[in-house]
């Protein structure tokens, strides 16, 4: 563990070892999502190193930049040298009707949980969750927040 200038060195790879290129939806023109829709997302980068054992991160952002949750892919990504591709998928039925971005991060986590960004995509795509269910009611995120749960079940 070390630090050069210029750039860090942590789990022996180079802050530089990976750049993503391209961000990209897959099968999707304009990207707003229907519940029971998936977001799928063509993920291009540059390998300096082979990985084996890389894994990206989404974190879901709203449009003012709040963190509201994230997701993480095992660590399994196996790299070769030069362009690689990596396509991710998200389940975003979870999401309350609005408008919102991602942060794409590759990264490496070490024997004890400690992880490392290789590459960090600030509000790499933004996508919209379309108002559907919730009886046709408009949501409203300053008082409901951005997790919209199953419906209710009413049993008696």
């Not at 919730?134 to 049993?155: D, R």
């Amino acid at each position: 563990w070390g630090a050069i200038i210029g750039f860090t060195i942590l789990f022996g790879y180079a802050v530089l070892d990976i750049l993503v290129t391209s961000v990209a939806y897959i099968n999707k023109d304009f990207p707003v999502f229907e519940t029971g829709e998936k977001i799928k997302l063509s993920v291009t980068y540059n390998a300096k190193k082979v990985f084996n054992d890389m894994a990206f991160r989404m974190s879901i952002l709203t449009t003012d930049g709040r963190i509201i949750g994230q997701a993480t892919s095992s660590p399994v990504v196996t790299t070769k040298l030069g362009e690689n591709t990596t396509v991710l998928e998200l389940n975003v039925d979870w999401l309350a009707p609005g408008k919102y971005g991602i942060e794409l991060v590759a990264y490496m986590v070490n024997e004890y949980g400690g992880n490392m960004n290789l590459d960090v995509v600030d509000m790499a795509c933004v996508f919209e969750k379309s108002q559907s269910g919730n009886n046709g009611m408009v949501w409203n995120h300053e008082w409901w927040g951005n997790i919209s749960f199953p419906e209710l079940q009413i049993v008696e």
